[in-house]
Nanobody
């Protein structure tokens, strides 16, 4: 499976941005698709995850109510709508996928990773 993330850029605090991640290859293995982020000098952290049907969605507390994860299975694409952006959201955002996990917040649970897209929120 190959994951291609896009949509990053510079946004002012309070603004919005939408990230996309397109999957190709053996997409039947991408039951769970997630977003993680990594700020300079920090560990990669969980942002959000969505199941194949969209029936299970989880968010990190830091983004709950501001970010929305969604997916279009016909396009093999997952999205992250970022609203009310804050400077602390500045990071490289990575999409990730796996087949099954009971611990979707853990980096080690994911088999496939995209290359990352930079998001910078200015104050």
């Amino acid at each position: 499976v190959q994951l291609q993330a896009s949509g990053g850029g510079l946004v002012q605090a309070g603004g919005s941005l939408r990230l996309s991640c397109a999957a190709s290859g053996r997409t039947f293995t991408t039951n769970n698709m997630a977003w993680f982020r990594q700020a300079p000098g920090k560990e990669r952290e969980f942002v959000a995850v969505i199941s194949w049907s969209g029936g299970s969605i989880y968010y990190a507390d830091s983004v709950k109510g501001r970010f929305t994860i969604s997916r279009d299975n016909a396009k093999n694409t997952v999205y992250l709508q970022m609203n009310s952006a804050k400077p602390e959201d500045t990071a490289v955002y990575y999409c990730a996928a796996n087949r099954y996990t009971s611990r979707p917040q853990l980096v080690a649970e994911y088999d496939y990773w995209g290359q990352g897209t930079q998001v910078t929120v200015s104050s």
